[in-house]
């Protein structure tokens, strides 16, 4: 944590962390490899300081290795003064212990200052805190030595009572506010008792200017030791190496991308990886709704909510301040993302979350695990209820997965397995070269296979799962089709379909168990074709279920056009019930879209034709700054929320570009030369904003103006914005 200490003020904005409200000018990680090294600058213009923080992480030995983290910090305004005070603490959770092993004394402890542990994870280890070689200092403190590091092992409360004793011993409150760093400062003492063992310290530095300290853990086991000099030369390495990869596997700067828009494509990819996170702890669900029953009323309020037994979650999180916390939606997404970068941590985070569906073939859409994530979401927010879905994005991820596999396996013909299985052989992690950790279930096809049958059943189920309890009606309402492959999103209020992750997209008015969703069907049968081409890959075993889902596919794009495409606007439509009577809800915009930017409109029909020219209708759909979310023609366009009533999403431009990309420009047909001169508008429009934006804020956004193209509600969001990325490296398959 830090503060400015060159006013009184400015602890009064002491930061521990950054949110969107705290008037930062800009923070995020530049450089983020998912594993082992990351870059991250905060741009703290009230306290008139740029942090940057640098880590590695070396394995070794039997406990993981060492890491290092060096903090370094510049003034934003050269001819401001600038005094920061940082505090840096160390604390351990669970059994082991940890000591003070410099020089203790009341002016402060010299530099490096060394702490020693153990515990029976980490075994035997080592903190140092080293000074960089040009620090200064603003001045002398109050019976201590600035130049020192100051340590205590309680820190805001001790801050302020320290600065009180030290006024009134002084008797001088002009000299507290003319120079307040030398008075919000730790007491250097501990307050552990005879019998006590300290876990957690605090230590403090005050800089005058530009500063720089590094933190660094040494195992015991380690076979070479990290120093300050190491740390210098392998952050150096791993910044090079960041570079040249990003290069090998993006190829921006071959597009012709400049030297800041590369960078501005690093900083997408690497939030995304920083966000990455592992959660653990209960949730709350209400199961007193019977799951087979249709709702009784619509107003989407918990009745018995319930505490679940824990459970944990890897996973990215679409915005680590505002949305620390998985989202099954925004997931499928990320993974598109963070598989083209690091093939098996996608692959891992895909598997934690296939692990939490049930046996039921439910998964929560939102995993709020533990009292630390409810307390960042509403209380109406926190329950999750077992008869509401999501859109079933992961399938997204695991198709872009077999196909990463496939292309792999063609390069590398018969190189199946990686080098001389010296990791199936059990070798120490050290050894092992974080490419070759990467592109394990790529290089290894037995690895792969046994990936994809371990997530097939899990998979299966929830498929199942929405095919009956999302089940629409069709014979009840007197609707006209040739099977009964219909669905409904459970869920519904009068304002909102949370459950499809539209929120207050326009669906019927009012709610009612007739309701038909467009955007439902058109999940299903991606997520239907999907699993045949999964289970087709794994061999004859599996060929009933091939069967099954080429049936269930025809039948579920045959009832697309017969229950929801409507011939008067053009457009795919929700379906509802007026008067007993099935009639269209047609609300042109991304609903419409989505059958679409799934790959399920056949190349030839004239229903791509009539999509293409929704799209690129400026009084529709189209914009300078990307796709709107609803028609600018539509009643409910920029109204109530204005959430997803006009405003440009990300995940959905992405799907529409890659579904031009993959299904329709290089294919011949009538709409092939219109399909391609929107795929070129559009990519570039949403490039050329997101990145006039992010020049101009610091920030990328949730969701952008399709009037002025600005960055709007939560920043940084660098969940499914991140998706700029691929568009940029024309990255769809």
């Not at 926190?382 to 399938?395: D, E, I, S, V, W």
Request: hydrophobic letters at 35%.
């Amino acid at each position: 944590m830090w503060f400015d200490a060159s006013h009184v003020q400015g602890f009064q904005r002491a930061r521990h962390a950054c949110d969107q409200g705290d008037g930062i000018n800009g923070y995020g990680y530049n450089k983020h490899d998912g594993r082992s090294y990351g870059l991250q600058t905060i741009k703290d213009g009230p306290s008139n300081i740029a942090i940057t923080t640098e880590f590695v992480k070396v394995p070794g030995g039997d406990h993981g290795g060492d890491w290092g983290v060096r903090i370094h910090g510049v003034p934003m305004k050269d001819h401001v003064p600038s005094i920061t005070s940082i505090i840096f603490y160390i604390g351990l959770e669970g059994e082991g212990s940890m000591d003070i092993v410099s020089k203790m004394s009341k002016k402060g402890l010299e530099s490096p200052v060394r702490l020693e542990g153990d515990t029976p994870d980490l075994g035997d280890f080592e903190f140092q805190i080293v000074d960089g070689p040009l620090n200064d200092i603003p001045g002398e403190g109050v019976n201590q030595d600035l130049s020192r590091t100051q340590f205590w092992d309680i820190v805001i409360p001790k801050l302020l009572l320290s600065a009180r004793e030290k006024i009134m011993k002084e008797n001088d409150q002009q000299a507290a506010l003319e120079k307040p760093y030398a008075y919000f400062t730790l007491e250097n003492k501990l307050t552990e008792e005879d019998d006590e063992i300290a876990n957690l310290y605090a230590f403090q530095k005050v800089f005058k200017g530009e500063f720089q300290f590094d933190v660094i853990f040494r195992s015991a086991s380690s076979p070479k030791k990290m120093s300050s000099e190491s740390l210098g030369l392998e952050l150096n390495k791993q910044r090079q190496g960041f570079d040249t990869r990003f290069e090998q596997v993006f190829h921006l700067q071959e597009k012709g991308f400049s030297t800041n828009e590369v960078e501005f494509a690093q900083y997408l990819l690497s939030n995304l990886l920083g966000g990455v996170g592992y959660f653990y702890g209960s949730s709350v669900i209400d199961r007193s709704h019977p799951p087979m029953q249709d709702e009784e009323n619509f107003d989407g309020a918990a009745a018995r909510p319930e505490l679940t037994s824990p459970q944990s979650l890897f996973t990215a999180t679409p915005s680590r301040p505002f949305f620390p916390r998985g989202f099954y939606w925004d997931e499928g997404f990320h993974q598109l993302v963070i598989g083209k970068w690091d093939n098996d941590l996608s692959l891992d985070i895909i598997k934690h979350w296939v692990s939490l569906i049930d046996d039921n073939g439910w998964i929560g859409r939102e995993q709020i695990l533990g009292e630390e994530a409810r307390s960042k979401v509403p209380a109406e927010f926190q329950t999750q209820f077992p008869h509401y879905g999501n859109p079933p994005t992961l399938f997204l991820a695991i198709t872009r997965y077999v196909q990463r596999l496939l292309h792999h396996n063609e390069e590398q013909q018969q190189q199946h397995v990686i080098g001389d299985q010296k990791v199936m052989m059990g070798e120490s992690f050290s050894a092992v070269n974080t490419d070759k950790l990467r592109t394990m279930h790529l290089d290894n096809l037995t690895m792969a296979r046994v990936w994809l049958e371990s997530v097939y059943p899990k998979l299966k189920l929830n498929w199942e799962w929405f095919r009956t309890l999302q089940k629409g009606h069709i014979q009840r309402f007197g609707r006209e089709a040739d099977n009964d492959e219909a669905y409904r999103w459970r869920g519904r209020t009068p304002e909102h379909c949370l459950t499809s992750g539209l929120d207050d997209y326009p669906r019927g008015e009012p709610p009612n168990v007739g309701e038909l969703h467009a955007d439902l069907l058109a999940w299903m049968a991606f997520a239907t074709r999907m699993l045949k081409d999964i289970s087709s890959h794994l061999g004859p075993k599996y060929a009933e279920d091939v069967n099954e889902y080429t049936r269930i596919e025809k039948n579920m794009l045959d009832n697309l056009d017969a229950l929801h495409w409507n011939e008067e606007h053009q457009i795919y439509c929700d379906q509802t019930v007026e008067e007993g009577k099935p009639v269209h809800v047609c609300h042109k915009g991304y609903v419409s879209l989505i059958p679409f930017g799934l790959g399920l409109i056949p190349v030839d029909s004239p229903k791509l034709g009539a999509t293409l020219d929704l799209i690129e209708d400026e009084k529709e759909l189209w914009s300078p700054y990307g796709l709107r979310s609803l028609s600018a023609s539509d009643p409910k366009y920029r109204t109530g929320e204005v959430y997803w009533r006009g405003p440009i999403w990300m995940n959905i431009n992405y799907l529409t570009l890659q579904s031009l990309h993959n299904n329709y420009i290089n294919v011949s047909g009538p709409y092939q030369e219109q399909a391609q001169r929107i795929y070129t508008n559009l990519r570039n429009n949403i490039i050329k904003n997101v990145y006039k934006d992010y020049r101009k804020t610091g920030y990328v956004w949730e969701q952008y103006d399709d009037e002025t193209g600005e960055g709007k509600r939560v920043h940084p969001f660098t969940g499914w914005t991140s998706l700029v990325l691929l568009i940029m490296g024309e990255e769809y398959s």
